[in-house]
């Protein structure tokens, strides 16, 4: 059987809930959440704005795509730290952990 050694997993972890899931191409981290079962807050239905998919990478953040505009914008207005994404944001390119406040 041919295996494609190049072939990237994409897992997402979701700590210390201790779920995980693989990203499907272009999805998000609040994508992959759902998948799994892992509640995320989203009041804005994933647009951008309401900033309440907020959370912390642990690990693998080199495997997000960078902070579009709107996310730069907001992110500042509500005093994100360097470490924090919006999950409806961040599509996933590789294997991350993610954490938040009340998981
Ligand atoms: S779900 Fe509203 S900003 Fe992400």
């Known amino acids: ?49 309401c900033a309440r998919c907020r959370v912390r990478v642990v690990s693998g953040s080199e495997n997000l795509s960078p902070p579009t505009s709107i996310e730069s914008r907001i992110g500042a207005a509500r005093g994100f730290a360097a470490d924090e994404r919006m999950a409806c944001q961040a599509v996933v390119r590789g294997d991350c952990a993610i954490t938040t406040t009340y998981w």
Do not use: K, Q, Y
């Not at 990203?23 to 989203?42: I, Q, S, Y």
């Open 1 to 49: 059987m041919h295996r494609d050694v190049n072939a990237v997993s994409n897992l997402v972890t979701f700590t210390p809930l201790g779920r995980t899931a693989s990203a499907h191409p272009n999805e998000t981290l609040l994508d992959v959440a759902r998948r799994a079962n892992a509640p995320l807050g989203a009041s804005c239905g994933g647009v951008g704005i």
